[in-house]
């Protein structure tokens, strides 16, 4: 096993003046989990891809990386593919082959192993991935979470010593995203694997990591435990507050540092009923919304995609109403983005009504990527009309008018594309799953946008599994289920009474406040009790 | 005794080539009608109804059509059945040759039909990797790409649906532009997306040298003793071929050497090479019966 250290380490790109990476020192032991943060655009992949040196971006590098006691620049391509693994975000992007089997074999191919040391490293894969029973399907095929399991378990046929993940299950469901990083610190506990892993999603890497590094603008600001890290998240790691998980940030607002931070739901827990002992006051009262106009009601929607198959829809029936933003919630397979193209007429129902009045719809799509077909942000923009001005400052994207729609970051796209649907001037915005892979900062600015949105009498649909958002920022929240809908609340009331499916703050204050939800609620109740 | 499509590629492959190859060059016919019931047979047996209906509304069409054809086109032979309205004669050789023809061409196309259940894509690629194994990759990843970009171009026009610019909307041209931009995203979005995936290769140690080629295909003694009693019987046939068994003339009569022991047998190992893939399949049937 070999350590990898970083020393006085610096990287600019060509044609830029300024650093990509500035003055880094790091040292990750064998065996260690290291989990890397920041903004996006803070520099965590160009730092990443330096540690593969295969992957390295040409451009000035000053100062060293060392993988044991080489210089990681002189580590030959074999050692290289066999010691230190790599997995990118795309899941479908880096798969090569068109079935299971062989993108596993793939690399073990490359480093010329014979057919019967490769089917026994495969078997071994299979197995320990849980997707043996894919072994002969067509990779184009599997799910996204499937696919991104498929290549780790490829990665991993090599044996690394080293594995390093770029924001692995950005593009993935809750659901899946959990599952992999599951197997993920079962490589690190159980074989002892390095890991080295970027991700916006902390609340479930934190309780596995080791080592904690945030980043800022190319500079390491911070090293250390996820405990330590969280007990100055209200001094010098303020920056970050946004993107920590929920137990660290109700600790941070109330500034009480006597006791250690808490990581996870179950040390929030027992925090907080240490901090607070005789609650006097548990509830949160919240006045009733008012209602609005009707703007979309569905009447017993029926739908399948394939004449043999069973109905994804059976029976929905629901009222969004103008100037609410409505959250659908709902496992996956739900029928959850089915139901948003019924919405906006993409398919038509096999039964049942979509009542509306002569309005504009439009539909912001999983993949935002798809909305962009020209060579600039503007002309895109100017493809749907002249005065692209507004909405561009809405929705903060005018420093990029004039790159090309591919080469913004995630963010960006996701805020341009979010431009484009608003410049068709919609009654109906709706949403498939938008803060997918998003920062927790712009996390923010979005849902300001929404909000602006409905203050002006615009109804806003979304379908997410983003709880903490729904909690956050939606109105009135709708669980799809069966086909159904089966619960329609005001959303706070809707997490409230729920046990699991609920918030972080929700489930962590439970045994103590009765229905306080956001991160917001339980500080505003403990405050009112420490008095 | 197990199936023969769960045999090794080069199993199968030596035998399809057999059996295409002489069901191709020898007119004689016995060998004919050996090529067309088995091939015939075996297809019915991998396919059922898909099958017969090959059966019926491929080949017996396609022999009774040559025949017509042949006989009303080409007058040669001494055996006149009837005059032609045009003053040419209709004779019974070049009816039995247009046959023969449809019955070649049938039994050709049954084997194929074959072919394609039992030596699937897979198998055909393993076969190539051995002697190219770039041009094998490239396959590969040629197939992946067509399900994926086909279901990234319906995801970008329900994209563009949605915004009011699919191909479904607008005026004609209106149409036809927003068609041509979204075949143009695709292709920018498929050489954007082939950067990453050829990091990906890089950093999973493509370049390096010497490069194995992995099979899931397992070559078994099973698998050596039908190539055995393949080959085998290709040795005979072909011995037979040589002395002229398979001689036939259909211009201007018809003629055929006469059946001798030795020809008898060269019958025999031709109809036992046709029948291997039935044998082995109907073996497997049988012991499943027996076991259960």
């Known amino acids: 096993m070999e350590s990898i250290k970083i020393k006085n380490f610096s990287f600019s790109y060509p044609l830029k003046n300024e650093k990509a990476l500035k003055n880094i020192n790091l040292s990750v032991n064998p065996g260690e989990y290291v989990v890397i943060c920041g903004k996006s655009g803070c520099g965590k992949t160009t ?43 795309d899941p479908d992007n880096q798969t090569v082959t068109d079935k299971v089997f062989h993108e ?15 089917r026994l490293r495969a078997a071994e894969m299979a197995e320990y991935f849980g997707i043996s029973s894919l072994f002969e399907k067509d990779t184009a095929k599997l799910s996204g979470g499937q696919k991104q399991l498929l290549n780790l378990a490829s990665v991993m046929a090599m044996h690394p010593d080293i594995l390093i993940l770029d924001e692995p299950v950005s ?50 600001k911070y090293s250390g435990t996820p405990s330590d890290a969280g007990s100055r998240l209200s001094g010098e790691l303020s920056f970050m507050f946004r993107a920590f998980p929920s137990p660290m940030r109700i600790y941070s607002i109330t500034g009480d540092n006597t006791l250690p931070c808490p990581v996870t739901v179950r040390d929030g827990r027992q925090w907080l009923s240490s901090l607070i002992n005789n ?27 394939e004449k043999k198959e069973e109905n994804i829809l059976k029976g929905v029936s629901a009222v969004f109403e103008e100037g609410k933003i409505t959250a659908v919630l709902g496992g996956n397979g739900a029928g959850k983005s089915t139901l948003l193209n019924i919405i906006g007429g993409i398919y038509k129902p096999l039964f049942g009504k979509v009542k509306k009045k002569n309005i504009k719809i439009s539909l912001l799509p999983q993949q935002v990527q798809s909305l962009f077909t020209e060579k600039t942000v503007k002309e895109d923009l100017l493809r749907i009309g002249k005065d692209y001005k507004e909405a561009a400052e809405i929705t903060e994207i005018t420093r990029i008018l004039d790159c090309h729609p591919y080469d913004i970051s995630g963010g960006e796209r996701q805020r341009a594309a979010l431009c484009k649907v608003l410049m068709t001037d919609p009654d109906v915005l709706l949403l498939d799953e938008p803060t997918k892979g998003m920062d927790a900062e712009f996390k923010e ?9 409905a203050q002006q009498g615009k109804t806003v649909i979304t379908v997410s599994h983003d709880i903490e958002f729904c909690a956050c920022h939606c109105h009135v929240c709708m669980m799809l289920f069966d086909g159904k809908i089966v619960s329609s609340k005001e959303a706070k009331e809707f997490f409230a009474g729920n046990m699991f499916y609920t918030t972080a703050a929700h489930r962590m204050s439970r045994n103590i406040f009765k229905n306080a939800v956001t991160d917001r609620e339980v500080y505003k109740l403990c405050k009112k009790n420490l008095k | 005794m197990r199936s023969f499509s769960t045999c090794h590629p080069a199993t199968n492959f030596i035998f399809y080539m057999s059996a295409v190859i002489f069901g191709m060059i020898f007119l004689h016919p016995v060998f004919l009608c050996i090529s067309f019931l088995t091939s015939t047979a075996y297809n019915i047996k991998l396919k059922g109804a898909k099958g017969l209906k090959m059966l019926f509304f491929l080949a017996v069409p396609l022999t009774l059509f040559t025949g017509i054809v042949n006989g009303l ?29 449809g019955l070649t061409a049938s039994a050709v196309i049954t084997w194929f039909s074959c072919l394609n259940e039992t030596l699937t894509s897979d198998k055909i690629l393993y076969l190539t990797a051995g002697k190219m194994p770039k041009t094998a990759l490239i396959i590969t990843m040629a197939l992946r790409f067509a399900p994926l970009y086909l279901q990234k171009a319906k995801e ?14 607008g005026s004609i041209i209106g149409k036809i532009k927003n068609g041509g931009k979204i075949i143009s995203v695709l292709i920018s979005r498929a050489l954007e997306n082939g950067i990453e995936t050829s990091d990906s290769m890089k950093a999973r140690g493509y370049g390096l040298k010497p490069k194995t080629n992995y099979s899931n295909y397992v070559f078994t003694s099973y698998d050596a003793v039908i190539i055995s009693l393949t080959l085998l019987c290709d040795a005979f046939v072909i011995a037979g071929a040589a002395k002229g068994v398979t001689y036939v003339l259909y211009n201007p009569f018809f003629k055929v050497n006469q059946v001798t022991a030795f020809s008898g047998a060269v019958f025999i190992f031709y109809g036992a090479l046709c029948l291997i893939p039935l044998i082995t399949d109907l073996g497997e049937d049988l012991k499943w019966k027996a076991l259960k």
């Not at chain 1, 490589?187 to 479930?204: F, M, P």
């Not at chain 1, 979309?296 to 995609?305: T, V």
């Open chain 1, 171 to 220: 593009q993935l469901d809750p659901v899946a995203a959990s599952d992999f990083l599951g197997t993920v610190n079962k490589i690190n506990k159980e074989l002892g694997v390095t890991v080295i892993i970027t991700e916006h999603r902390l609340e479930e890497i934190f309780p596995a990591a080791d080592k904690i590094i945030v980043m800022d603008k190319g500079e390491i």
């Open chain 2, 156 to 169: 970008i026009q329900q994209a563009q649906k949605g915004l009011g610019t699919g191909v479904t909307d």
């Open chain 1, 279 to 305: 609650p006097t006051e548990t509830e949160i009262i919240r006045e009733k919304q008012k209602k609005n106009e009707k703007a979309i009601e569905l009447r017993d929607i029926y739908f399948r995609y």
């Open chain 1, 104 to 118: 596993i074999a793939f690399g073990l191919e490359n480093l010329g192993l014979d057919s019967s040391s490769i």
């Open chain 2, 73 to 101: 086109t080409s007058h040669y032979g001494i055996t006149v059945l009837a005059s032609l309205p045009d003053g040419n004669s209709l004779t019974l050789e070049s009816i039995v040759y247009g046959v023969v023809t």
């Open chain 1, 47 to 89: 730092l990443l891809k330096h540690l593969k040196p295969v992957l390295a971006p040409h451009g000035e590098r000053k100062g060293e990386i060392l993988f044991g006691s080489k210089d990681i620049f002189t580590v030959p391509l074999r050692e290289q593919t066999e010691k230190i693994g790599y997995v990118m975000q």
């Open chain 1, 445 to 453: 600015a979005f849902a300001s946008v929404l909000k602006k949105l």
